[in-house]
């Protein structure tokens, strides 16, 4: 029997994160370090709580909030690079964590329920993360990947990657920020891949669940 995690506190904390920090950024309430530190930290401790039935996984992804949790308090208070790349990471490594705990879930579950589906919401929204996480360590590693990119303040996470990675993602392409580097192109367009064939691929799998669900309920 497969325990199934409740995604919509994942949903939340996505939502939060996406939305909240750029409102925040734009309205000036706090510095952008403390609020890219609350920003972060709700995403990993609210998203933490979907993975609470995921045996080992859950304490795998516990020691990974810890440790982003606590190099993101670092990283507000001392700008150092370090600790900004080793937070980005730690989190990087969580979403892919949460992703591959979700899409198994929305794999094995043979019904169309509002959990899949919300889940399916969560693993498309956890891409655009995810790669903006990339986008944004290459950078930190090859300075000078990216076009467009304005800091806000050193040693801050700048939300232009978030922007970036769903335009990519969702093939929008409005051209204001550009990858050029040769490694900064190739994950570009390896998200846009993805972003198409995970809508396809998951437009496909719900509709073939509720056609089968559909016929048997009908045979009945």
Not at 63 to 72: D, E, R
Request: glycine share 8%.
């Amino acid at each position: 029997m497969v325990l199934k995690n409740d995604f919509s506190y994942m949903l939340i904390a996505l939502l939060v994160f996406l939305v909240g920090v750029p409102v925040a950024i734009d309205l000036h309430l706090l510095p952008i370090p403390i609020i890219r530190l609350l920003g972060f930290s709700s995403l990993l401790l609210i998203g933490l709580w979907s993975l609470r039935k995921s045996g080992y996984v859950f304490k795998a992804a516990v020691a990974l909030v810890v440790i982003g949790m606590g190099l993101n308090f670092l990283s507000a208070y001392d700008h150092q690079s370090a600790y900004l790349f080793g937070s980005t990471l730690a989190m990087l490594i969580f979403l892919a964590t949460a992703m591959a705990v979700a899409m198994k879930q929305i794999a094995l579950d043979s019904k169309v329920s509002a959990n899949r589906i919300i889940g399916a919401i969560c693993v498309y929204l956890m891409l655009g993360v995810i790669w903006a996480l990339m986008y944004s360590l290459l950078d930190a590693a090859v300075p000078g990947s990216f076009s467009g990119i304005v800091e806000h303040q050193a040693g801050a996470w700048d939300p232009d990657w978030v922007y970036f990675s769903f335009v990519t993602l969702t093939t929008l392409g409005y051209g204001d920020l550009l990858p050029l580097t040769l490694s900064a192109r190739a994950l570009a367009y390896f998200e846009a891949i993805v972003g198409q064939f995970y809508l396809a691929i998951l437009v496909a799998g719900l509709v073939g669940a509720y056609l089968s669900e559909t016929q048997g309920g009908a045979s009945k």
